[in-house]
């Protein structure tokens, strides 16, 4: 099986939870990467955003650790997992369609989030990559 870790934003105010009719809840959300080598092809900057569907399929019984991961899909929110891609397929008007998304592996983990700004404050300059952490472990 091969697998990714992705690192992104959150897209969109909310997730999409649904549960299947075995049960199961799956939990669709997009994702922006940020890819500085790539060139945007209008205006010729290494400023390139890729868009991708993901899916979470939380296998944890407790239903309180189910909601702590979907509370983490929050817009704006940077969050990397590790993933794997899987084609969708299906047809559409006697077309044939597909689609690559990525399956959440594990947990998600939040490494950055900038709150959504109340009406007293102004908003964040979006920032151009993603952000730095300084390491705080001494070695």
């Not at 091969?2 to 299947?20: D, M, R, S």
């Not at 817009?75 to 006697?94: L, N, S, T």
Request: net charge negative.
């Amino acid at each position: 099986m091969n697998t990714i870790t992705l690192k992104g934003y959150v897209v969109g105010e909310a997730p999409i939870v649904n549960t299947t009719p075995s049960g199961a809840t799956v939990v669709k959300f997009s994702l922006s990467v940020y890819d500085p080598f790539l060139k945007n092809k209008e205006d010729n900057t290494r400023k390139y955003v890729s868009f991708f569907n993901c899916e979470n399929w939380p296998t944890d019984k407790i239903e309180g650790n189910v909601q702590k991961e979907i509370a983490k899909l929050t817009k704006g929110a940077y969050i990397a997992f590790d993933a794997r891609p899987v084609q969708d397929r299906w047809e559409h008007e006697g077309q044939k369609r597909s689609n690559v998304k990525f399956i959440v592996e594990g947990f998600i983990e939040v490494l950055h989030h900038n709150p959504r700004p109340t009406q007293q404050q102004q908003p964040e300059q979006a920032p151009d990559g993603p952000p730095t952490f300084e390491d705080d472990i001494p070695f």
